[in-house]
């Protein structure tokens, strides 16, 4: 099988119940004034409006099976404007016939979500072009997964280009560019490092979901499952980077739900990425009852904004958040 179909199938086998987001809590007040009616949830992905604060982030591409899925999401995408990112798009640039197991949209469709497409550190700014170009995408996502590609028999051992990489691209590009973990988090001197670097837009990734290092391990024989957990969690990794300025947050790595989206907002992301949600509706469910689900979680985040007495993404960041005593420990650390 190749890497992509083993991380389908890995990924759906993992099971996180429990994460940092539980550590979060809202002070409860008990008399809203708002209506759900007047919620507006909008918010921007670059300098693309979204109606939606979630999005369906990066996974796959490159294979049959890569195709199937990426067809659902789209399916999901398309019927409620979620922007969608595509898997990492290296498949596609060694073997142009794999083109479309990735495009499973309709650029000249009117209705069309934003699309953002993905490819590593590793690539150039060429690779970049080629990749815009061919998929005809709104954003390019960056990512950044040094631990991934240390416990994956055939990754990366020298990171050397990656900052040169990323400033390039940038600075370069047409499209807007997040810079985006995997699910390792991101600590203020990789924001503030990246911020010189030109980079005006990341996503957290966050550890929490869905874990890299256990996905990979799967595939070794000798296991470095010792390095399994390592990271900072998406809710560490908000609070880690609250104070830094110009530099446009999403959010993503272990949301399990709309209440873990809300925390992710107030906690100031702009919009909160969810693959691993959407990759086991899109393969356990008919796509009606996938369907069902999704705009129920677009409902239930709308609910708890009523709850939370926010008609938009700019009041719920001014909400009351608690956190527990493990997390202050690590904050008081951090300081
Ligand atoms: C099957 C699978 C494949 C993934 N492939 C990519 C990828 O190609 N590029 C990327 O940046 N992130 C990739 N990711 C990471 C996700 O975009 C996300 O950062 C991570 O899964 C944490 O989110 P989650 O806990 O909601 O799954 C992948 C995730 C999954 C589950």
């Known amino acids: 099988m190749n890497r992509k179909d083993d991380h389908l199938v890995y990924a759906l086998k993992q099971e996180n119940k429990i994460n940092d987001f539980d550590r979060v809590r809202f002070v409860h007040h008990s008399i809203p004034s708002i209506g759900i009616e007047d919620v507006d949830f909008g918010t921007y992905i670059g300098k693309h409006k979204s109606n939606v604060p979630i999005y369906i982030n990066a996974m796959t591409g490159g294979s049959k099976k890569a195709k199937e899925i990426n067809q659902l999401l789209y399916q999901l995408a398309l019927s409620f404007d979620i922007p969608f990112a595509l898997g990492s798009f290296s498949n596609g640039l060694k073997d142009i016939k794999l083109l479309d197991t990735y495009m499973v949209y309709n650029n000249d ?19 970049a072009k080629k990749t ?27 990171f050397t280009s990656w900052s040169d ?5 940038v600075l370069e590009l047409d499209v807007d560019v997040i810079v985006k973990e995997v699910g390792f988090g991101m600590s203020k001197e990789t924001v503030e490092k990246l911020k010189k670097l030109g980079v005006k837009m990341i996503d957290v990734g966050g550890r929490g979901g869905t874990d890299f290092v256990h996905i990979e391990n799967q595939r070794r024989t000798y296991k470095m499952d ?14 880690e980077i609250k104070d830094i300025s110009n530099i446009r947050v999403y959010a993503s790595g272990g949301v399990r ?8 907002l107030a906690l100031g992301a702009e919009a909160v990425g969810l693959s691993r949600f959407f990759l086991e509706l899109v393969s356990t469910k008919t796509l009606e009852e ?10 239930e985040i709308k609910e708890i904004m009523v709850l939370l007495n926010a008609k938009s993404l700019t009041d719920l960041r001014h909400k009351d958040l608690v ?6 420990n690590y904050l008081s650390q951090r300081k």
Request: hydrophobic share 40%.
């Open 165 to 169: 990489h990323i400033k390039q691209m």
């Open 323 to 328: 956190y527990d005593l493990e997390l202050m």
């Open 290 to 299: 996938a369907k069902r689900t999704t705009k129920e979680l677009l409902l």
């Open 132 to 158: 815009i170009e061919l998929l005809g995408v709104d954003v390019l996502q960056v990512h950044i997964n040094a631990p991934q590609e240390m416990v994956m028999p055939e990754g990366e051992r020298d």
């Open 109 to 127: 469709d009117e209705n069309r979500p934003i699309i953002m497409a993905n490819i590593g550190a590793d690539k150039t700014l060429e690779d």
């Open 226 to 239: 010792y390095l399994e957990n390592y990271g900072l969690s998406t809710v560490e990794s908000l609070l």
């Open 257 to 264: 739900h709309a209440f873990d989206v809300v925390k992710s």
